[in-house]
């Protein structure tokens, strides 16, 4: 019987004690073996192209060949899946995104020290590092998109008064592609929520107004949704919208949801289906997990139009292929096509 192939890691920390409380940590898995530890940037992507490891645990700051550089190298010279390590209360995440942006494919708080958080991080690290091991790297290649500042000739009637979109793993870059792709001038409200802690909302929000002409903020709750606008929920609360006195207004639940929470993308288009009912288009991208699908299938059956990203484009093909499987999807479409078939449903 053959033995399983173990998933070989590379820990890139210029904290000593961090490389070893995040080994203590691999090595409590059977599947996954550390086969080097290294200091800096420019030791992880020479490591990288020596051991061949099928992940790297990228730590951002590190001196002067900081993870930022290690990224740009080990995607530039050996093309290897890269989770970026945050430390816990990181107020700067302007370099957690430029390495997602770069070919990282995931990000994740470091453990406390102290290990207060150990449990927490254990279980999401070991599933993180599983995931990256098997993500789509084509897609974590392609070049990025320049912004569309062109106008679009809409319908006066068109069909839809909202697009709602939910992400997780491989979510911020697929989101910079469909924002950077559609017309300056749209007519409707875009809402997303994408699994991300809430200290990284906010600059995650302003790298994306910076990259389109549509104005991208974080909702807040009792504000109207205003056509041509971008909405991101927040990361600390369940964001639903409603009606009141002929408005859409954000909203929040206190219901808890299986698949994830805060923000909830099943609480989100729970919410969508309910208010908007066939004048939606609902969208489920890159993730782990199945958060998404019974919201989904919620819009659907109140007849909105769904969407799920396809396999060959997603960097995590689980959250659209649990939309797939509960039936609550009318077309699959490739990550570089969305844009433009969101136009087509508005023209």
């Known amino acids: 019987m053959n033995k399983k192939k173990q998933i070989r890691v590379l ?17 409590t898995d059977p599947d996954i073996d550390v086969v080097g530890q290294v200091n ?28 930022i550089y290690g990224v740009i190298e080990i995607m530039k010279h050996c093309p290897t899946p890269i989770i970026i390590l945050s430390s816990i209360g990181n107020v700067d995440m302007d370099p957690i995104l430029e390495g997602l942006k770069l070919g990282a494919i995931d990000y994740l708080n470091k453990p406390a020290k102290n290990r207060v958080n150990m449990d927490e991080v254990k279980q999401d690290l070991i599933k993180k590092i599983k995931v990256a091991s098997t993500i789509n790297l084509e897609e974590v290649l392609k070049n990025p998109i320049t912004s569309n500042i062109h106008e679009h000739s809409f319908d006066k009637f068109i069909s839809y008064d909202c697009i709602v ?24 409200p875009v809402v997303i929520a994408q699994h991300m802690p809430a200290s990284f909302m906010a600059a995650f929000a302003s790298r994306l107004d910076q990259l389109t002409p549509l104005q991208v903020s974080i909702a807040e709750q009792g504000a109207k949704l205003i056509a041509g ?16 006195k002929g408005s859409y207004v954000f909203a929040v639940t206190e219901e808890q949801f299986v698949a994830y929470n805060n923000p909830s993308i099943d609480a989100l288009m729970l919410s969508v289906a309910k208010t908007y009912k066939k004048r939606a288009i609902g969208v489920v991208l890159s993730g782990m997990g199945k958060d998404g699908a019974i919201g989904l ?13 396809s396999e060959a484009s997603c960097i995590v093909y689980g959250m659209p292929k649990a939309a797939v499987e509960m039936e609550a999807v009318k077309q ?3 990550l570089d096509e969305i844009a433009a078939f969101l136009v087509s449903c508005l023209a």
């Open 332 to 334: 699959v479409v490739h």
């Open 11 to 27: 820990i890139a920390d210029d904290s000593a004690l961090m490389r070893i409380l995040i080994n203590d940590i691999i090595n």
């Open 229 to 244: 606008n971008v909405y991101l929920a927040p990361g600390d609360i369940n964001l639903t919208i409603e009606r009141k």
């Open 297 to 309: 299938k919620a819009m659907k059956a109140a007849g909105s139009y769904t969407i799920a990203q």
């Open 165 to 188: 979109l939910g992400a997780s793993t491989g979510g911020p870059r697929a989101l910079e592609r469909i924002l950077t792709r559609l017309p300056k001038n749209l007519t409707i």
């Open 40 to 67: 800096n940037g420019k030791s992880a992507y020479v490591s990288t192209e020596e051991l061949k490891p099928d992940v790297v645990l990228m730590d951002v700051n590190m001196g002067e060949y900081d993870g």
